[in-house]
T-cell receptor, first 113, second 113 residues
Framework: GAGVSQSPSNKVTEKGKDVELRCDPI?????LYWYRQSLGQGLEFLIY????????KSGLPSDRFSAERTGGSVSTLTIQRTQQEDSAVYLC???????????FGQGTRLTVV | AQSVTQLDSQVPVFEEAPVELRCNYS??????LFWYVQYPNQGLQLLLK??????LVKGINGFEAEFNKSQTSFHLRKPSVHISDTAEYFC???????????FGAGTTVTVRA
């Protein structure tokens, strides 16, 4: 596609529910990243994919968070048993390789009530 | 580990006036430096980047930044702002050949007529 696409754009969920956030990177981009933007913590790195592998998961805040990438393309970030502190904007980015410009999606705004 | 400090959280400015957004970083090794802009309800867009070479970097929309190694700074400037420059601006660093971006807390620029 023309840019990085994320869905849904907004998600409201009840505390304790699981949510899935989707990212469609730019075609041909092998590297994919998830970041979280929250009021208290600013922009934080969550996870990096190279192809379908995730060599760096160091930013995932707890074991309730997981992510996968299939076909070297679409990625899904899953948050289990959501908590109010998970409320944030989740941004996805991709680049052709890790040394080139990263393009960001518009984000998914997650609100846990 | 590297870190980024954006010295101003809010910068109000009148239309056609100049603006400077300050960014300082700390790192024991060489880094790449970036400025991103985030318009309301949108993702991050790269304004400019410093990888090597000339310390004065020109970006999109009339923005420029100067890398000062001795002062570990990468301040962003625009000589004459427009209403449409109202946005949040993020300074970011990455280690050479690394993929992770470390972001500052952001500076909100509000341009008034």
């Amino acid at each position: 596609g023309a840019g990085v696409s994320q869905s849904p754009s907004n998600k409201v969920t009840e505390k304790g529910k699981d949510v899935e956030l989707r990212c469609d990177p730019i075609s041909g981009h092998t590297a994919l990243y998830w970041y979280r933007q929250s009021l208290g913590q600013g922009l934080e790195f969550l996870i990096y994919f190279q192809g379908n592998s995730a060599p760096d998961k160091s930013g995932l805040p707890s074991d309730r968070f997981s992510a996968e990438r299939t076909g070297g393309s679409v990625s899904t970030l899953t948050i289990q048993r959501t908590q109010q502190e998970d409320s944030a904007v989740y941004l996805c980015a991709s680049n052709r390789d890790r040394n080139t410009e990263a393009f960001f999606g518009q984000g998914t705004r997650l609100t846990v009530v | 580990a590297q870190s980024v400090t954006q010295l101003d959280s809010q910068v109000p400015v009148f239309e056609e006036a100049p603006v400077e957004l300050r960014c300082n970083y700390s790192s024991s090794v060489s880094v790449y430096l970036f400025w991103y802009v985030q318009y309301p309800n949108q993702g991050l867009q790269l304004l400019l980047k410093y990888l090597s070479g000339s310390t004065l970097v020109k970006g999109i929309n009339g923005f420029e930044a100067e890398f000062n190694k001795s002062q570990t700074s990468f301040h962003l400037r625009k000589p004459s702002v427009h209403i449409s420059d109202t946005a949040e601006y993020f300074c970011a660093v990455s280690l050479l050949n690394d993929y992770k971006l470390s972001f500052g807390a952001g500076t909100t620029v509000t341009v008034r007529a």
